[in-house]
C-alpha cells in the first residue's frame, strides 16, 4: 500500500513546479515547506500529510518540502481517485487535513499574517 522513505538532513523531499503523484505522510521529523525559496511554514506533527495538492489539482507542486532534521515519511503512489475507491479512510484522512489547512490559513489571514509574510519576502 504505502512505500516508507527516509530523507537526512537538507534532503528535497518533494520540489516547488515538478510534476507529482500520490502524498506522504510525515512518520518522524520536521520538514520545512518553502515557496520561491522564502520558508513558508514547518511540518512536525506525526501524521501529517502533504504533497497532495499536485495530485488534487493536476498541477505541478505547489512548494519545496526539505527535511529540517532526519525525516521518514510513508508515500503513498494513488491517484485522488484510488484513494476514493479503494482506501475511503485515507479519503477521509485528506479532507480532514485540507479543511485543517483552510481554517489555519483563514485565521492567519484575519490576523495578518499573510500580509506579513507578503512583505518579508520583498
Given at each position: 500500500?504505502s ?29 520545512a515547506l518553502?515557496k ?7 511540518l ?8 497532495e ?70
Amino acid at each position: 500500500m504505502s512505500k516508507t522513505l527516509t530523507f537526512k538532513t537538507g534532503d528535497v523531499i518533494i520540489r516547488e513546479g515538478e510534476r507529482g503523484k500520490g502524498y506522504y505522510i510525515l512518520e518522524s521529523g520536521t520538514i520545512a515547506l518553502s515557496k520561491q525559496g522564502v520558508k513558508i511554514s514547518e511540518l512536525a506533527g506525526n501524521g501529517t500529510i502533504f504533497g497532495e495538492m499536485s495530485d488534487i489539482l493536476d498541477e505541478p507542486r505547489t512548494c519545496t518540502a526539505t527535511a529540517e532534521t532526519p525525516v521518514q515519511v510513508s508515500y503513498y503512489p494513488y491517484s485522488l481517485d484510488e484513494i476514493i475507491r479503494n482506501h475511503p479512510q485515507i479519503a477521509k484522512q485528506l479532507v480532514m487535513a485540507l479543511a485543517e489547512r483552510i481554517a489555519t490559513t483563514t485565521d492567519a489571514l484575519t490576523q495578518g499574517k499573510i500580509a506579513f509574510l507578503e512583505l518579508t519576502k520583498r
